[in-house]
Nanobody, 115 residues
Framework: QVQLVESGGGLVQPGGSLRLSCAAS????????MAWYRQAPGKERELVAS???????NYLDSVKGRFSIFRERAEGTMYLQMDTLKPEDTAVYYC?????????WGQGTQVTVSS
């Protein structure tokens, strides 16, 4: 079944940018829904952005205009482009996929926004 491998996290300054990558073991265009979640210490995991097989996207209100979720067919990879990062964006970010009634999570990648 599908396996997700995340990368791209790191330490950035406020106002900076990061691009997170999620590589799938199957074509991401056969997956019904892919998404990015995040979880900060002591807080609930929250949905940041999602994209459907047809390309429809949705975003958490607090990241609208700053984050973009998109896919690359040739590379089999889904991305989260994060711009104008804020300290409150600090969290572990997780890739998520739903295919054939089965959900899969990536291992998570740490994003820290700090001076």
């Amino acid at each position: 079944q599908v396996q997700l491998v995340e990368s791209g996290g790191g330490l950035v300054q406020p106002g900076g940018s990061l691009r997170l990558s999620c590589a799938a073991s199957r074509s991401i265009f056969t997956i019904n829904v892919m998404a990015w979640y995040r979880q900060a210490p002591g807080k609930e995991r929250e949905l940041v952005a999602s994209i459907t097989r047809s390309g429809s996207t949705n975003y958490l209100d607090s990241v609208k205009g700053r984050f973009s979720i998109f896919r690359e067919r040739a590379e089999g990879t889904m991305y989260l482009q994060m711009d104008t990062l804020k300290p409150e964006d600090t969290a572990v970010y997780y890739c998520y996929a739903q295919m054939g009634g089965v959900t899969t999570w990536g291992q998570g990648t740490q994003v820290t926004v700090s001076s």
